[in-house]
């Protein structure tokens, strides 16, 4: 982990300081001399207590979520201006964009309110108020969220776009954030250093590493789908299929028609249009189903539908 400064906690020391040679000072007890060799009588620096690995974890988790809030800033702000770069065109790609942002960012911003609420309290005062005004923004944005429509019914998807960009935008931390609070409190700042989610730069690499295998390379042959072009067998929900152009998918009775283009695979059924590139896209269909991009090359595209 880098380390940050740390933070000492020092008591005063009572310092008696004789005048003239040999006048020697007592304390209130009379239990000798306060400047004696020994040292008796000073008071020795208070130790900055270890912080529990309860903290830890907490402190640990706080700056996980302020970082997925810092990349979906980051991700939103990029995603709407391809968005808009794509409307100059007016062709349908900019369409799939704004409605795959529109469906996608109101999940993401609740996964970060999901975590926030499973910290519960930290026993430090200061950071459970930090949680708390996190989660106050964090649930107002939510509610703001849940009024949008991932196919705008006035056909204005980019301006709906940067309408939720706006909302993203406005997740900036409180003050005072949670660096400034690890500054002010020896406990926490200890927990800070400890906690690996904390330092510059991290990144949950742990994600994804349950993978069976790595994704397929671009270049190379499509991997072999197991129920191959029977799209019949995706009537329950769960099916991997391969498509090689355009294909009309009945899932958990969601009806998806799949078209495929050399860098994007997109999905339309009669409320939504999403476009995916590159292997590992997912899109969602409310509470019924969700299609991910296995594979995708100048061959075709393997499927899989599951339900969520």
Not at 177 to 192: E, F, H, S, T, V
């Amino acid at each position: 982990m880098v380390k940050r400064g740390s933070v000492a906690v020092l008591a005063a020391a009572g310092l008696v300081l004789a005048l003239g040679g040999c006048g020697g000072g007592t304390d209130e007890g009379g239990k000798g001399d306060a400047s004696g060799a020994s040292g008796k009588g000073s008071a020795e620096p208070t130790p900055a207590k270890s912080p529990s690995g309860q903290l830890v974890k907490w402190v640990g988790g706080m700056c996980e979520s302020t970082a997925a809030l810092k990349d979906l800033r980051s991700d939103s702000a990029a995603d709407l201006k391809e968005i808009r770069d794509s409307d100059a065109q007016a062709d349908l790609v900019a369409r799939a964009r704004a409605v795959g942002y529109l469906a996608g960012t109101p999940s993401a911003v609740e996964d970060v309110e999901s975590g926030l609420a499973d910290l519960g309290p930290s026993g430090v005062p200061a950071a459970d108020r930090l949680r708390d005004a996190w989660l106050k923004k964090v649930r107002g944005v939510v509610a703001e969220l849940d009024g949008v429509s991932p196919n705008p019914a006035d056909g204005d998807a980019e301006g709906s776009a940067a309408d939720v960009d706006k909302l993203v935008q406005s997740l900036t931390s409180p003050r005072p954030d949670l660096p400034a609070l690890a500054k002010q409190d020896a406990r926490l700042g200890a927990a800070y250093e400890r906690a690996e989610q904390c330092a510059p730069g991290w990144k949950p690499d742990g994600q994804g590493e349950d993978t069976a295998s790595p994704a397929p390379d671009p270049d190379g042959p499509l991997p072999e789908a197991a129920d191959g072009k029977n799209y019949g067998a995706c009537s329950d929900g769960a099916c991997e299929v391969l498509v090689t152009s355009t294909a009309n998918i009945t899932a958990n009775d969601v009806h998806v028609h799949v078209s495929l283009g050399d860098d994007y695979v997109t999905f339309q059924t009669a409320g939504t249009l999403m476009q995916l590139g590159g292997a590992g896209g997912e899109a969602g269909f409310g509470d019924r189903l969700k299609a991910t991009v296995v594979a995708h090359n100048k061959d075709g595209a393997v499927l899989k539908f599951t339900t969520p």
